[in-house]
């Protein structure tokens, strides 16, 4: 099911789906409602995910290990990651639901493993929402952590 919510810049309160079942879109964009669309997914505890939300997730990769050929003894390798990163859900029309402006807890991970803190994650069930763009813009923040 395709299904809003709307940051109301007046009253500065986000209005669920059931109070805007009754107004157009032309309604809405008449006033100063910010207009954001349920994604159709639901994190971890069952929460609907929506554009604008901010999300955590435990972002890990597994480390790889260098091989000898000739001995089969190890070589070298790189570490893995594992830390917490948070940002920010959009709808690319080309991508999906995504995961944007992400900061990561150990930013300084990703440059030891010679990776960068991803530009942006396809958001799933593992992810739980920990707050929206409009009532905690500060989680968005670079010293969050």
Known sequence: MIKFRAWDNECKVIRGYDELKGLTFDALDASDFKIEQFTGLKDVNGKEIYEGDILEYYYETHGQTFYDPDTLGAIGGEPGIETDVIGKVAIWPSTGVV?????????????SSNFDVPKMLHVNKRFTIIGNVHDNPELLEADKW
Do not use: Q, V, W
């Open 99 to 111: 995961l944007t402006r992400i900061k990561a807890e150990y930013p300084e991970d990703f440059d």
